[in-house]
T-cell receptor, first 110, second 114 residues
Framework: EDKVVQSPLSLVVHEGDTVTLNCSYE??????LLWYKQEKKAPTFLFML??SGIEKKSGRLSSILDKKELFSILNITATQTGDSAVYLC??????????WGAGTKLIIKP | DVKVTQSSRYLVKRTGEKVFLECVQD?????MFWYRQDPGLGLRLIYF???????EKGDIPEGYSVSREKKERFSLILESASTNQTSMYLC?????????????FGDGTRLSIL
């Protein structure tokens, strides 16, 4: 069964810290991996990764994919309280639906 | 920017009622999805549609049906609402594509069944 596993499930850090969130997957026919941020409402799209070893950046957020080891990481540097959210990763299955991880709940303390 | 609009943010209904949740997207996306999200269970796919009048069951279709008569609109129907259908319902849309396109979400409908 294809799975997407995120770790840790929750994380509490202080403002200014750097965090690394993990997403591992089990699949033989890889297409892409996507990261989302969910605050109080719906998930908002962050990154889509298709190639191994190429970092994608957006401000203090960056993400990279390792297709050989079947995982991706999402880094957030100089965290701010506004980064508090649930971070979700997902990948398409053979029917092009998304298989979602359970999410990492990140809490940034001032 | 992609805009996915769900008709209600909050909805309260009674058991046994027929409930309609509406979703409209304005980006000419082929794919549309309905999820429910419950604490500890993450996002679970109820139904999706890849074209007008086409639908596919997701992981938890029981007790639900869908309708897609126009490309921009995807409706979720609870045939006879039950208390275990109290949840946050999220609609999403995406372009078609073999790599898996990003899904864009509406703000969600928090549905309570009393």
């Amino acid at each position: 069964e294809d799975k997407v596993v995120q770790s840790p499930l929750s994380l509490v850090v202080h403002e200014g810290d750097t965090v690394t969130l993990n997403c591992s997957y089990e699949v033989t026919n890889f297409r892409s991996l996507l990261w989302y941020k969910q605050e109080k409402k719906a998930p908002t799209f962050l990154f889509m990764l298709t190639s191994s070893g190429i970092e994608k950046k957006s401000g203090r957020l960056s993400s990279i994919l390792d297709k050989k080891e079947l995982f991706s990481i999402l880094n957030i540097t100089a965290t701010q309280t506004g980064d508090s959210a649930v971070y979700l990763c997902a990948r398409p299955d053979s029917n092009y639906q998304l298989i979602w991880g359970a999410g990492t709940k990140l809490i940034i303390k001032p | 920017d992609v805009k996915v609009t769900q008709s209600s943010r909050y909805l309260v209904k009674r058991t046994g009622e027929k409930v309609f949740l509406e979703c409209v997207q304005d980006m000419d996306h082929e794919n549309m999805f309905w999820y429910r999200q419950d604490p500890g269970l993450g996002l679970r796919l109820i139904y999706f549609s890849y074209d007008v009048k086409m639908k596919e069951k997701g992981d938890i279709p029981e007790g639900y049906s869908v309708s897609r008569e126009k490309k921009e609109r995807f409706s979720l129907i609870l045939e006879s609402a039950s208390t275990n259908q109290t949840s946050m319902y999220l609609c999403a849309s995406s372009l078609a594509g073999i790599q898996g396109r990003p899904q864009h979400f509406g703000d969600g409908t928090r549905l309570s069944i009393l």
